[in-house]
């Protein structure tokens, strides 16, 4: 079955620095992939679509120049949180579709990312 | 606001019980309607999905019944088990969406008693 792996499954950083999140779809090719944050026992919010070779869309009240998003091929999007505070902690989640599935098909889920800033 | 609306937020069933979760959505225009679980620290995966075509569709223990005119759907789970236990989320898309975005509930937590 279709795969994503998001690396690192869990960091821990100090107040100020940079993270990278990697997001990968193994066995499939995805020009769109779409990333969550999510607080304990709630919902997924999305953050930003991201798009293979162009710019990310990111949701209202998300901030662009903290969380940096690239989609540099068809199996790999990265999300930066740049400057990061304690109230950026939180579990991010990666997920794509198949480049030749439609919008009705399946949407695979990464393991997130357990980001922590102390 | 909410696309999607979900409910109970918490659901305690017995082993061997039935679980049932609500969701309800106001845009027509969504015609995709999945179900995720999801364990603690992981991420969702996909359960079941339906499209408004047809108003039931069952896999093993897990069924979903979709009501068009009224605009629900609701996810059925037959002899619940404890390995059960996880958080659910229905969601909804559309053709015109986002290139497929999701549009999700806020999640139920099921708890299944031994």
């Known amino acids: 079955g279709a795969v994503v792996s998001q690396h690192p499954s869990w960091v821990i950083c100090k107040s100020g620095t940079s993270v990278k999140i990697e997001c990968r779809s193994l066995d499939f090719q995805a020009t769109t992939m779409f990333w969550y944050r999510q607080f304990p026992k709630q919902s997924l919010m999305l953050m930003a679509t991201s798009n293979e070779g162009s710019k990310a869309t990111y949701e209202q009240g998300v901030e662009k120049d903290k969380f940096l998003i690239n989609h540099a091929s068809l199996t790999l999007s990265t999300l930066t949180v740049t400057s990061a505070h304690p109230e950026d902690s939180s579990f991010y989640i990666c997920s794509a579709r198949d480049v030749r599935s439609s919008y009705n098909s399946p949407l695979h889920f990464g393991n997130g990312t357990r980001l922590t800033v102390t | 606001q909410q696309q999607v609306k979900q409910s109970p937020q918490s659901l305690i069933v017995q082993k061997g019980g039935i679980s049932i979760i609500n969701c309800a959505y106001e845009n027509t225009a969504f015609d995709y309607f999945p179900w995720y679980q999801q364990f603690p620290g992981k991420g969702p995966a996909l359960l079941i999905a339906?499209?408004?075509?047809?108003s039931e569709k069952k896999e093993g223990r897990f069924t979903i019944s979709f009501n068009k005119s009224a605009k629900q759907f609701s996810l059925h789970i037959m002899d619940s088990q404890p390995g059960d236990s996880a958080t659910y989320f229905c969601a909804a898309s559309n053709r015109g969406s986002t290139l497929g975005r999701l549009y999700f509930g806020r999640g139920t937590q099921l708890t299944v008693w031994p």
């Open positions: 339906i499209r408004p075509d047809v």
